[in-house]
């Protein structure tokens, strides 16, 4: 992960090879996500594939790599990946937040309504956007890989399920 997130995805990916035992599932897993942080789509190709050889039934590395398609504005290949998913009737399990606030868990999910004072969360986030574009927040959109527009991908950002939680 480390020599990854600093670029090195050729000594990463050498590193994994090189391991004196057979790499696991994550390993290539962890690879996969950094090729989707520096666009690198036939190393996210190849650990895709390596992931599927010992899992074929895992939905992760369909998502890794749609997502490195999308980041590198490859959209009809993340549809294409998205597909296979479907064909092979595997889905995208949604992420989760959770808080604990006296001794109650608090789950999340991003756009989740479910929560009794939802209400008060979302006016709450609302303001706190509003206070964070003042100070000069810029929302990093280039996170979000989805063909949709601008305002539609701060949205997502402003309601992701960690944001919910805090």
């Known amino acids: 992960d ?18 004196p035992f057979q790499p696991s599932e994550s390993a290539w897993m962890t690879l996969l996500g950094v090729c989707t942080i520096h666009g690198d789509v036939d190393r996210g190709i190849r650990a895709t594939e390596l992931v599927l050889e010992v899992d074929l039934h895992n939905s992760s590395p369909y998502v890794g790599l749609s997502n490195i ?3 590198t504005g490859r959209w009809d290949d993340a549809a294409n990946v998205r597909k296979a998913m479907g064909h092979r009737g595997l889905k995208k399990e949604p992420g989760r937040s959770s ?10 999910v991003a756009r989740d309504r479910s929560h009794p004072r939802i209400e008060e969360i979302y006016v709450e986030l609302e303001r706190l956007k509003i206070q964070m574009k003042i100070a000069g ?3 990093n959109t280039k996170l979000i890989l989805h063909d949709v527009a601008e305002w539609h991908k701060e949205y997502l950002l402003c309601h992701h399920s960690e944001k919910l939680a805090i």
């Open 99 to 108: 808080i604990e606030v006296r001794n109650t868990v608090h789950e999340f």
């Open 69 to 71: 398609f999308a980041a």
């Open 2 to 19: 480390l020599l990854g997130r600093a670029g090195k995805l050729t000594e990463a990916e050498d590193f994994i090879n090189k391991m």
């Open 137 to 139: 927040y810029v929302p």
